[in-house]
């Protein structure tokens, strides 16, 4: 088998709530992701054997967490191709990290006409943000179309 191919069915199997719910079918990912074991196996680590605040103590556990911490962090940077892993901010899901980008960057960046485009494909919690910002600033917001097929028409963009 083409190791290229996306295989849904070996992908959900490192999934325990699909095991637990096999006719599950979930898309509220933006909320909450399903984790996979490997996920739910390091955090447990985590919790077991470094469970201590990162950046704020000088003892040894604490630093092997902030140590951690900071490799995942460069992790993440080398994945995205961020040539400053400073750049990697982390938070608790999607929905905060748009409100963090609305409410934090683009209401101080962005002026009076200034242009986001969304397309009419967004998940609620992508929208909300852009309309509060739109109110109290004045950008103003386009929407890409889909088609009948939900791809992006640009034509009629």
């Known amino acids: 088998m083409d190791k290229n191919i996306f295989n849904a069915s070996q992908i959900k199997k490192q999934f325990p709530i699909f095991t637990n719910n096999p006719e599950l079918v979930y898309l509220d990912s933006a909320a909450t992701s399903q984790k996979p074991q490997i996920v739910i196996d390091a955090v447990s680590n985590f919790y077991q054997k470094y469970n201590a605040n990162i950046h704020r103590g000088i003892y040894s556990l ?10 995942v962090r460069n ?41 986001v485009v969304l397309s009419e494909l967004e998940h609620h919690a992508n929208v909300v943000p852009w309309i509060k910002l739109a109110k109290e600033n004045g950008i103003k917001l386009f929407y890409i179309p889909v088609d009948e097929d939900f791809r992006l028409d640009y034509q009629k963009f």
């Open 62 to 71: 604490s630093q092997k967490a902030t140590d951690m911490y900071e490799e």
């Open 75 to 115: 992790k993440a940077a080398k994945f995205v191709g961020s040539q400053n892993a400073l750049e990697i901010v982390f938070s608790q899901n999607t929905n905060t990290s748009i409100n963090l980008i609305a409410q934090g960057w683009a209401k101080k960046n962005l002026k009076p006409g200034d242009i």
